[in-house]
């Protein structure tokens, strides 16, 4: 990624720019969804009870402010980045688990199944964006402790 920086000459501001409009881009679902979870309370625990998480009103409504809390917390996580690499690691997890319970196409007869497909792919592709948003994070670091300088949110320091 240097080297093609280097070649085409983007302003280190543009790439900053970028970088965070990419990150907030991968992190927008699970903003809004922890928002609308948040904003409309017995909505989420019906969502945990339609998926069959905890059926019982008081695991429920405990699996649903956890997720709430998982969603927006992993987010700014990623978002600040603060933690960037745990955020990233929670949300691929979530999604990950999320994805096997809610899109079973498996299961669906077409025409159903089709989109039920499609959503589960492009689930994993999120899986693999936060993982690459993990590793990222962790080389930076990395980079940064061998060349002795403080990593920077949101920067890669070069090695």
Same mark, same amino acid.
């Given at each position: 990624?240097?080297?093609l920086?280097?070649? /085409?000459?983007?302003p280190?501001p543009?790439?900053?720019? !970028?970088?965070g409009?990419?990150?907030?881009?991968l992190?927008?679902?699970?903003?809004?969804?922890?928002?609308?979870? +948040?904003?409309? @309370?017995p909505g +989420?625990?019906?969502?945990m009870r339609? @998926?069959?998480?905890w059926?019982?009103a008081?695991m429920?409504?405990a699996?649903?402010?956890?997720?709430i809390?998982?969603?927006?917390? +992993?987010?700014? !996580? /990623?978002l600040?980045?603060?933690g960037?690499?745990?955020?990233a690691?929670?949300?691929?997890?979530?999604?990950?688990?999320?994805?096997?319970l809610?899109?079973?196409?498996?299961?669906?007869?077409p025409?159903?199944?089709f989109m039920?497909e499609?959503? @589960?792919?492009e689930?994993?592709?999120?899986?693999?964006?936060?993982l690459?948003?993990?590793?990222q994070d962790?080389?930076?670091r990395?980079a940064?402790?061998?060349?002795?300088?403080?990593a920077? +949110?949101?920067?890669?320091?070069?090695p």
């Amino acid at each position: 990624m240097a080297a093609l920086v280097k070649v /085409i000459h983007v302003p280190a501001p543009a790439l900053r720019m !970028l970088h965070g409009l990419a990150l907030l881009g991968l992190c927008a679902a699970y903003l809004q969804g922890g928002l609308n979870k +948040a904003l409309d @309370f017995p909505g +989420a625990v019906a969502e945990m009870r339609h @998926f069959g998480l905890w059926p019982a009103a008081p695991m429920a409504v405990a699996v649903a402010v956890a997720v709430i809390v998982l969603e927006l917390g +992993a987010s700014l !996580l /990623i978002l600040s980045g603060r933690g960037r690499w745990l955020g990233a690691l929670l949300l691929a997890a979530f999604t990950l688990a999320a994805t096997f319970l809610a899109n079973r196409f498996w299961l669906l007869a077409p025409p159903e199944r089709f989109m039920v497909e499609n959503a @589960f792919f492009e689930h994993l592709g999120l899986v693999g964006g936060f993982l690459l948003v993990a590793l990222q994070d962790w080389e930076s670091r990395a980079a940064a402790r061998l060349s002795g300088v403080q990593a920077v +949110a949101g920067e890669r320091v070069a090695p």
